[in-house]
C-alpha cells in the first residue's frame, strides 16, 4: 500500500518498526503533539534472485524523497551529530527551489526531565537561506555539523 506522506504531518510523526517502546515512544510523541505511526519490518530473508534481462527499479517523487531523506538523518543521527540519538530532538526542513536539506539535533530534555523542543520563533526554511552548508559531503570524515545556540539561530530567523 503506497501511502501519501505530507511533509507538515511527518515533521510531526514518529514512525517505528517494533511494538518494544510503544508506551514510551507514544509518551514522548504526546509530549510533543506528534503522531505514531507503525511501519513493516523490512523482509531481508525472502530476497529472490534478478535474471540477466531484469533490471529492478525504484523512482520516487517529493514525498517520498523528503521522507528517505529524513529517515535516513534519523537512522544516521549518531554518527552525523557525534550524540547519542536517545538522548536529542531532531528537527528539520526542505527548500525543494534550492535543493537544500537542513536536520537539527538539540537536547531532549533538560535536568529536571521536561521535554525541551525548539523555541518557535525558529524557522528552519530562513536559517537554511542564512547559513553556509556546513559541509561539502554527508560522507567526509570530518565533523559535518555547525553548533549555534538557540538566541543566534532566533536571529538567523529574521
Given amino acids: 500500500m503506497n501511502e501519501i506522506i505530507d511533509e507538515d504531518l511527518l515533521k510531526k510523526t514518529i514512525e517505528f518498526r517494533s511494538e518494544e517502546n510503544l508506551d514510551e515512544i507514544s509518551k514522548i510523541a504526546k509530549n510533543h503533539d506528534m503522531f505514531v505511526r507503525k511501519i513493516p519490518p523490512c523482509n531481508t530473508d525472502d530476497k529472490c534472485s534478478i535474471d540477466e534481462n531484469t533490471v529492478r527499479v525504484i523512482k520516487i517523487g517529493k514525498k517520498a524523497l523528503f521522507e528517505f531523506i529524513y529517515e535516513h538523518m534519523i537512522d544516521e543521527t549518531e554518527c552525523h551529530m557525534n550524540v547519542d540519538d536517545t538522548s536529542v530532538l531532531t528537527s528539520f526542513d526542505i527548500d525543494w527551489e534550492r535543493g537544500e536539506f537542513i536536520f537539527c539535533a538539540s537536547k531532549l530534555d533538560d535536568k529536571f526531565g521536561k521535554f525541551l523542543k525548539l523555541p518557535d520563533e525558529i524557522d528552519l526554511k530562513k536559517v537554511m537561506k542564512n547559513i553556509p552548508d556546513t ?11 555547525k553548533e549555534y545556540t538557540k538566541d543566534k539561530l532566533v536571529e538567523l530567523s529574521k
Fill in 135 to 145: 559541509t561539502v559531503s554527508m560522507y567526509d570524515d570530518c565533523c559535518k555539523y
